[in-house]
């Protein structure tokens, strides 16, 4: 079996191909970056060489797809109009923006829909993806896997196969399960994750899931507060882990690290994820 594909979120301050090099340094072959301010609206200017730099040590250093994370702020299913129509115009300059790194993935919180209800909600985000998508697009939009705190949608599998029920473009669609987030919602990701897994082909098919935000919980299962720990410190504990970097389903997926910690943390959680799937490969 080939080594696990694990990074982490790396800033953008430095450019392009400073995340490439950052996440060599630390031992991942992936990472995740934010395609704009995250609790804002300004996106940096691309450059050009920068980008291709990038590629140049995403190709050398065999890395598998990137996972960029649209910005916090963007709620597609908001009450109100601006917040909106800012979603849907972010959403499709970050999915041209995108085009220039092609083949990666691009993945978004759904959204809440702010006492509208679940219908309308879904409605709104499957209206905004609708607009968003393009044919011929080199780019996988992801729908993360939501805790279910406050008016939250994609609490549960359920709903997120509604929304991709409703994309004309789904082919373009996909899903990134986080660990925290499922935990949170009320999945027992840590005591049956073949049974979660099972839940999900059923709802959506395995064949949507496409990456991974891998994070401890700081709370209990079906607690809908969505609060990540450091691996192997949190309710999940590390053994749940352990079977998210052998399972067979899981540990070929891009995993992305969202734990509370610097970049020497990540070094040692990226480590200690590797050396759980290699001895186990041996």
């Known amino acids: 079996m080939a080594d696990i594909c694990i990074g982490c979120h790396l800033s953008t301050s430095d450019g392009y191909a400073a995340m490439g090099r950052r996440a060599v340094e630390i031992g991942a072959n992936t990472f995740a970056f934010f395609t704009r301010n995250p609790r804002g609206g300004n996106a940096k200017p691309l450059d050009p060489d920068d980008v291709a730099e990038l590629r140049r040590i995403m190709g050398e250093k065999d890395f598998g797809p990137l996972v960029a994370h649209a910005p916090y702020t963007m709620n597609l299913c908001s009450s109100t109009e601006r917040t909106v129509e800012f979603a849907r115009t972010a959403m499709a300059d970050d999915l041209r923006r995108m085009e220039e790194l092609p083949g990666n993935y691009y993945n978004f919180h759904p959204g809440s829909h702010v006492k509208q209800g679940v219908d309308r909600g879904i409605e709104l985000i499957c209206e905004g993806l609708n607009q968003a998508l393009f044919e ?57 994750l073949d049974g979660v897994l099972d839940e999900f082909d059923r709802v959506i098919g395995l064949d949507r899931l496409k990456a991974l935000h891998v994070n401890d919980s700081k709370n209990p299962c079906g607690s809908h507060k969505d609060r990540h720990e450091k691996i192997g410190e949190g309710t999940l504990g590390l053994d749940a882990f352990r079977a998210v970097v052998t399972n067979p389903r899981t540990r070929t997926l891009p995993m992305i690290l969202e734990t509370p910690n610097d970049l020497a943390g990540y070094k040692k959680e990226i480590s200690l994820l590797r050396g759980i799937a290699a001895s186990v490969e041996a």
């Open 136 to 192: 011929g697009q080199h780019t996988t939009v992801l729908l993360e896997t939501m805790a279910g705190k406050g008016t939250e949608v994609g609490r549960s599998f359920e709903e997120l196969a509604r929304i991709l029920d409703g994309v004309r473009l789904d082919s373009y669609m996909g899903v990134c399960l986080d660990t925290c987030h499922v935990n949170d919602a009320g999945y027992d990701v840590a005591g049956d």
